[in-house]
């Protein structure tokens, strides 16, 4: 044997096996960085192109060549094109018998068409298997390779096709959730065109909100001295009034995001068992805590920034010259030094800076990459045990600002209480409650529940029920 006909390899290692070659029709923007990745994760590419020899620059170490010969070469085709030319399609249906055809596609609007893109596909091409998914990644997202973790859907009526391109999938380092039939493809479709839907109930409450106390406090303040004392003090409404309101709603929202859970709590002792599920209210009040938690979050920094700009304020260093000039001029008698005074000051400050360090610290656990980090155990003390001190500081915060402002008549303008007044009494709800469930023989209820519920569930429903937990 010639020695220039011996194939040699490393020891102990055997003959590196020939990658899989897939196919994409489209050579537009998110074809070519599908392709891009594809061959990054050791795919052999093709495209499939009405012009392969115009069809702009593809990523290097891919082919392009027609349509019906790229469809001969690779089993596995993703179809990078939108439903307005899917018509081709049909021209070359018989090198397409057998194939798995990946359909991207999404619409600019639901309901557009009568049926789902890849029900349409699957009509036009009978003898392919149609698998729907991957429509949620975007070039963007494939060309920075920001594809680790990221949950992608899958659905069409063939087993064996989504198996193949689950596999594909999971080697990019994707995380595949199977939505079953092709039937599905209409809701997969209409992922994309969802905008913020967990932030909607949350961001409708705290704007709800915040007009409801910016209108309540622009009349007890503004108008109330206008009308009153003939002051106008209007100036005040873009600082004062706005940092009235940011704390009061994020007082508020953050009371929220615990509210839920007491209820359920108590839903729970109510019941005597853990089988019946929530009301849809209460489950999906609970599902969106988190968002509740970060808008709440987003107007406590407001609130802190609004706190810092308030010496440099042309009416407050107004106010404070002029009463210098006053004593000086008018030699009247310099204030008196109150420690009570300086007690509640400086008891005020020190609560609203621990408040809002817990509040950051919750924010950041709440972040994937920061509680991926985190024990289940560890995650549920920072959200529940420090999440209820929170709470709890921030009322005192709020307690100590009124001080004995409480007692005051003129507090009172019109017969109303003041907003701060208000905004205390949903999280002082809260905690009364969350004390009621700590105490020994609510406790020992809940803690009998538990363990009836946890001996009676069968060993997937626990696994399960803790998957969805985390």
């Not at 392009?64 to 439903?83: E, G, K, P, W, Y």
């Not at 938690?293 to 609004?306: D, R, S």
């Not at 907003?419 to 409650?433: D, E, F, N, R, T």
Request: charged share 20%; aromatic share 12%; net charge positive.
């Amino acid at each position: 044997m010639k020695p220039e006909s011996v194939t040699l390899h490393p020891l102990g290692t055997a003959p590196a096996s020939v990658p899989e070659l897939l196919c994409i029709f489209g050579t537009g923007d998110l074809g070519r960085s599908l392709g891009l990745r594809l061959l990054q994760s050791g795919y052999r590419v093709v495209y499939g192109s009405r012009r392969p020899d115009s069809c702009g620059p593809l990523p290097q170490g891919a082919q392009v060549m027609s349509h019906a010969a790229a469809a001969q070469t690779a089993s596995l085709i993703f179809i990078c094109v939108h439903r307005e030319h899917y018509e081709f399609l049909e021209t070359i249906a018989q090198h397409l018998e057998g194939k798995v055809l990946v359909d991207l596609s999404n619409n600019l609007k639901k309901n557009i068409y009568p049926e789902a893109n890849a029900a349409y596909l699957q009509r036009l091409v009978p003898g392919a298997a149609v698998v729907k998914g991957l429509n949620t990644l975007s070039a963007w997202a494939l060309q920075n390779g920001l594809l680790a973790g990221k949950q992608v859907y899958l659905c069409g009526n063939s087993a064996e096709a989504k198996q193949a391109v689950a596999e594909m999938s999971t080697k990019l380092g994707l995380t595949v959730l199977d939505r079953g039939s092709l039937s599905a493809a209409r809701e997969l479709e209409d992922f994309p065109l969802r905008l913020f839907p967990e932030w909607r109930l949350p961001l409708r409450v705290a704007f709800g909100l915040m007009a409801f106390f910016f209108f309540y406090l622009l009349i007890r303040d503004v108008i109330y001295a206008y009308v009153e004392q003939r002051k106008d003090i209007s100036y005040r409404i873009m600082v004062s009034l706005a940092n009235k309101v940011f704390p009061i709603v994020s007082l508020i929202m953050l009371s929220l995001c615990y509210l839920p859970g007491v209820i359920a709590a108590f839903l729970q002792l109510y019941r005597g068992t853990k089988y019946r599920r929530f009301p849809d209210w209460l489950d999906r009040w609970m599902l969106c805590r988190k968002q509740m938690g970060l808008v709440a979050l987003g107007l406590a920094f407001l609130h802190a920034i609004y706190t810092f700009i308030i010496p440099i304020r042309y009416a407050v260093r107004h106010k404070l010259i002029s009463r210098v000039v006053d004593e000086i001029d008018n030699k009247t008698t310099p204030f008196d030094f109150d420690k009570t005074e300086a007690w509640g000051t400086d008891s005020f400050y020190v609560l609203g800076i621990l408040g809002f360090f817990l509040y950051v610290l919750l924010g950041l656990t709440s972040l994937p990459s920061v509680g991926g980090t985190l024990s289940w155990r560890e995650f549920s003390f920072i959200q529940s045990k420090l999440g209820h001190l929170t709470l709890g500081i921030c009322t005192a915060h709020g307690y100590i600002y009124g001080w004995n402002k409480f007692l005051r008549p003129t507090t009172y303008k019109w017969c109303t209480p003041p907003g701060y007044m208000l905004c205390l009494i949903v999280p002082s709800v809260v905690l009364v409650l969350k004390v009621l469930l700590l105490l020994p023989c609510v406790d020992r209820t809940l803690t009998r529940i538990r363990q009836g519920w946890e001996r009676t569930q069968p060993r997937e429903e626990k696994f399960m029920n803790k998957s969805t937990n985390l």
